[in-house]
């Protein structure tokens, strides 16, 4: 191929089709980052509530969270 041939015109409907992709590519990364951050306060929370409650049926000395 020539470098005729391979030549990008850019104008304006090309400048608004790229704008219009990069804003859904960041739009959905957001999404998947708040996804994912949700997920993982979950996990915490639970953890969280996990350790709490094996706190609460152990003993004195257990040694429960160093294990």
Same mark, same amino acid.
């Given at each position: 191929?020539?470098? %005729?041939?391979?030549?990008?015109?850019?104008?304006?409907?090309?400048?608004? &089709?790229?704008? %219009?992709?990069?804003?859904?590519?960041?739009?959905? $990364?957001?999404?998947?980052?708040?996804k994912?951050?949700?997920?993982?306060?979950?996990l915490? &929370? &639970?953890?969280?509530?996990?350790?709490?409650?094996? $706190?609460?049926?152990s003993? &004195?000395?257990?040694?429960?969270?160093? $294990?």
């Amino acid at each position: 191929m020539t470098r %005729e041939t391979t030549k990008i015109i850019v104008n304006k409907d090309y400048k608004a &089709w790229l704008a %219009e992709i990069k804003f859904k590519v960041r739009n959905v $990364q957001l999404k998947a980052a708040v996804k994912v951050n949700t997920k993982l306060l979950v996990l915490y &929370w &639970w953890l969280g509530a996990d350790i709490v409650g094996k $706190q609460m049926h152990s003993k &004195w000395g257990d040694g429960l969270i160093s $294990q």
